[in-house]
């Protein structure tokens, strides 16, 4: 399939560039994208919450009182969890959220969202630029050319730019990211695609391999 290409000015180039279907004209499969996302929402959890039991409770080593005699019910510790300010039992420990998925099945996410992206216009072929000086307003002025100063919008570059980068990081709802490691969640909660020329050569090496 074919795709128009854009300046920065937001005008068209007069070209148009061949884009696989694999990647752009698929059939969406949501069971994936939903597998995807649900993924990457596991393994960022800290999964760090934790209480102590009663062996990491600090102190309760002496016996508070002796076994017989007293009258009242036996203890040999001040941190037993029927006590205040004793151990707790079965309470949270640090654990490790895994939730790994097939790489097909990672490919087929990433696919499914850039098909259903162009499938509703929310996807923009730009020829590759930078920002001579890193300056903030010259990257808000391309966003404005495109209609997009209150979209959510993600840019894909075929390589790290520095001054991109920097001109980017200070702009609401705007992320930058290589074509190479954009997320399945990453494109999925951009309301518009702006892919860099250079760029779609990238995602068709890691998608179609």
């Known amino acids: 399939m074919e795709l128009e290409v854009y300046t920065k000015q937001g005008t068209t180039a007069g070209r148009t560039i061949n884009v696989a279907d ?3 004209a698929a059939e969406p499969n949501e069971h994936a994208v939903y597998l995807a ?5 596991t393994r960022s959890r800290q999964g760090t919450r934790a209480t102590k039991n009663r062996a990491l409770v600090s102190g309760g080593g002496k016996k508070p009182w002796r076994q017989k005699g007293r009258g009242t019910a036996r203890a040999g510790t001040t941190r037993s969890p029927i006590w205040r300010g004793g151990g707790t039992v079965f309470g949270p420990q640090p654990v490790q959220f895994k939730y790994q998925l097939p790489k097909k099945v990672k490919r087929l996410a990433r696919v499914s969202v850039l098909s259903a992206k162009a ?3 929310q996807v923009r072929i730009v020829e590759d630029f930078t920002c001579e000086q890193a300056k ?13 100063g209150k979209n959510k919008t993600l840019v894909l570059v075929p390589e790290h730019d520095e001054k991109l980068y920097t001109a980017c990081r200070n702009i609401k709802n705007l992320n930058v990211t290589k074509a190479t490691d954009a997320s399945t969640l990453d494109l999925m909660s951009c ?7 250079g760029a779609v050569e ?3 090496s890691v998608l179609l391999s």
């Open 22 to 24: 694999a990647i752009f």
């Open 37 to 41: 996302v649900r993924a990457q929402q």
């Open 119 to 121: 499938k509703d216009n």
């Open 136 to 148: 903030t307003k010259e990257m808000y002025n391309v966003l404005l050319n495109f209609g997009l």
């Open 191 to 197: 309301h518009a695609l702006l892919i860099m020329e």
């Open 202 to 204: 990238k995602l068709e």
